[in-house]
């Protein structure tokens, strides 16, 4: 069994609630924090453990952090960022779902270290039930001293709000998260400034991930120095992975980052093995928007080398035959799968999503939708496919905020490694609409990710 | 237009913001809103939450209109709004679709000749593990069946009558 430090104590029955959370240890690290340490020794701790934003991008917290302006006499706020809208990611609902006190615990410790004294967990508007739990959470918090006013006579004082959004995936890019906190369209700022700087209201704010949030509270309780020895290499600790397509057992899990992607889809502490006794055809390791990989390069990279659940391990390559780790969206493809299709559907999602404010985005993700859509249903032409690759990378780097590359990163990869099935949709539209293509037969990715002359 | 206990909730949602930030309860108030008007927002409820908030008409407008979860049009007293983004499609939420479809006699975006029943697609709600699914009102439908779908149908029936 991996280690585990976020769901060390999943299994205990009433974790959810103060009592069964305190009685198992909870709220030590905040205690440990708040009266035996000062904030900037609590920074250092999470300088040393390593800990990368487990929302996506993978930035290192502490430095993140230490960014945050101080000017005198005005407010910083710490926003939790509870957006989670990546399609395949799923894990910042669990934790919220089962180990809210975790969660408070973190934004505890956070807030103090940052010297905010208003925090807000921004949480997407469809997981509406989720606010009464992490509500009634801040209320038993608050009954025994760990929130209000003068918090375990530290004279420290911190108020936790909860704030649902309406239905928007841009909202989780931090400048779109605090523009729909000010009761705005969910519209990205340009950047400079950072949050850091100037944030919710103009003042200095730090936008952290669920996961990273609550990861705060074992990386105090072990000591930094501890945590960075779980993993491998900058790929300190252990990552929620929520793995869902064609696999025996979708779910979330905490692994520690030190296990094979082989190991994870196919042993049965993970995921299980692919469904119904199919082949892997392909996956998506990190939430929707990262190159999806064909399933030999998805074992091993390039050069031959088993590849693992790490940062790096997962980017060996580059984009030409690595992919990301992102958000740990773990989507699985089985050999029935239709690659065409299941671009087309994350196509469709980004256009749905995308804000409208760049025009390389907002008209570029429906073009790509479109000619998706007919590739799809048997009216595509051989150009169509170099067309996509074109429109993609005439979206990628050319968008206020990541939305872009988010929407372009799935086509090109889609094209990079399986234009041998979208050619045979194009050349076999009947047997096409009946019938899927099976697995692949693999384009040369290197060939194809050789940039087109300009 | 809201009950006494609503214009309570909605004090006290403004009461989380800095003196003056009270446009930050846009969204939440408009959530409250949608729930007391039969799930969509009016002109003139939009209206109305313009002036609970003291901002202008058209500021409330702006974000109704981007936001996915307001209903700016008359929908079913239960609305099936169907996941269809890649990891629920990879688990048959296209069948499930085309099942709801059938049963109701309703296309996407179409409501049901009594009044009762919606039917939306929507893009990824974070339930990828647990596809294909819906949203009905406040909670999640996971692991869809057939089965499941007409039990779901029979059940809200039930309620409204």
Redesign the interface.
């Known amino acids: 069994m991996g280690r585990k430090l976020l769901f060390d104590k999943a299994h205990i029955e009433g974790i959810r609630y103060y009592d069964v959370y305190r009685a198992n240890g909870g709220y030590g690290s905040a205690e440990k924090a708040l009266k035996s340490m000062s904030p900037d020794q609590v920074l250092d701790e999470v300088k040393k453990s390593g800990l990368r934003g487990r929302g996506g991008a993978g930035f290192p917290t502490g430095m993140k952090w230490s960014f945050i302006a101080k000017p005198e006499g005005v407010p910083r706020y710490l926003v939790c960022n509870a957006d989670e809208s990546e399609p395949g990611t799923f894990k910042d609902r669990y934790l919220m779902e089962f180990l809210p006190h975790l969660l408070i615990e973190g934004l505890l410790i956070s807030s103090y270290t940052l010297g905010c004294n208003s925090c807000y967990i921004y949480i997407r508007g469809e997981y509406a039930w989720i606010p009464d739990i992490l509500e009634e959470a801040i209320a038993d918090a608050k009954k025994n001293g760990w929130l209000g006013k003068n918090i375990q006579g530290t004279g420290f004082d911190l108020e936790i709000y909860v704030q649902r959004g309406a239905g928007a995936y841009i909202c989780g890019e931090e400048t779109a998260l605090i523009e729909s906190l000010e009761g705005k369209r969910g519209n990205p700022r340009i950047k400079p400034p950072f949050p850091a700087v100037k944030g919710l209201w103009d003042c200095p704010t730090v936008v952290n991930n669920v996961e990273t949030l609550a990861t705060v509270v074992p990386i105090l309780r072990i000591g930094g120095e501890e945590y960075a020895k779980y993993g491998t290499g900058k790929s300190t600790g252990t990552k929620l992975i929520s793995a869902c397509g064609n696999i025996n057992k979708p779910g979330v899990y905490e692994i520690e980052m030190n296990i094979s992607v082989e190991e994870f889809i196919y042993s049965d502490e993970y995921c299980g093995g692919i469904a119904n006794g199919k082949r892997l055809k392909a996956c998506i390791p990190g939430g929707s928007s990262v190159p999806i990989l064909p399933a030999n390069l998805l074992l091993k990279t390039a050069k031959g080398e088993p590849r693992m659940m790490t940062y790096e391990s997962l980017a060996d390559g580059g984009f030409a035959t690595g992919t990301m780790l992102g958000s740990g969206g773990f989507i699985v493809l089985d050999e029935d799968q239709c690659i065409v299709k299941n671009t087309l559907t994350f196509a469709r999602f980004y256009h749905h999503e995308s804000c409208g404010q760049c025009s390389p985005c907002r008209e570029g993700t429906g073009w790509m939708k479109r000619v998706l859509l007919n590739i799809e249903n048997g009216k595509g032409k051989m150009s169509d496919i170099d067309l996509l690759w074109d429109i993609q990378r005439k979206i990628e780097g050319n968008t206020i905020c990541p939305l872009g590359d988010a929407a372009a990163w799935p086509v090109a990869a889609a094209i990079r490694h399986f234009r041998d099935e979208f050619e045979w949709h194009v050349l076999h539209p009947e047997e096409a609409t009946k019938r899927n293509y099976g697995l692949a037969h693999y384009a040369d990715p290197l060939e194809i990710a050789a940039p087109a002359a300009v | 237009m809201f009950s006494e206990e609503k214009l309570n909730k909605v004090k006290e949602i403004i009461a989380?913001y800095?003196a003056g930030?009270q446009?930050?309860?846009?969204?939440?108030v408009?959530?409250l809103a949608q729930e007391v008007s039969g799930g969509w927002l009016s002109s003139e409820t939009m209206d109305y939450v313009a002036s609970l908030?003291q901002?202008t008409p058209i500021?409330v407008y702006?974000?109704a209109t981007?936001?996915?979860?307001?209903n700016l049009q008359p929908v079913g007293q239960y609305v099936f709004e169907v996941c269809?983004?890649?990891?629920c499609?990879?688990?048959g939420s296209d069948n499930i679709i085309d099942y709801i479809k059938k049963k109701l006699d309703i296309g996407v975006g179409q409501t049901t000749k009594d009044g009762l029943f919606t039917l939306k697609t929507?893009?990824?709600?974070?339930?990828?593990?647990?596809?294909p699914m819906m949203?009905l009102?406040?909670?999640y439908r996971e692991h869809l069946t057939p089965e499941k779908v007409d039990a779901i149908i029979e059940e809200c029936r039930s309620k409204a009558n």
């Open positions: 989380r800095p930030k446009k930050s309860a846009l969204i939440p408009l959530h908030l901002i500021e702006e974000v981007f936001y996915s979860m307001f269809q983004t890649g990891p499609m990879l688990r929507v893009e990824c709600l974070g339930a990828c593990g647990y596809a949203q009102g406040k909670h």
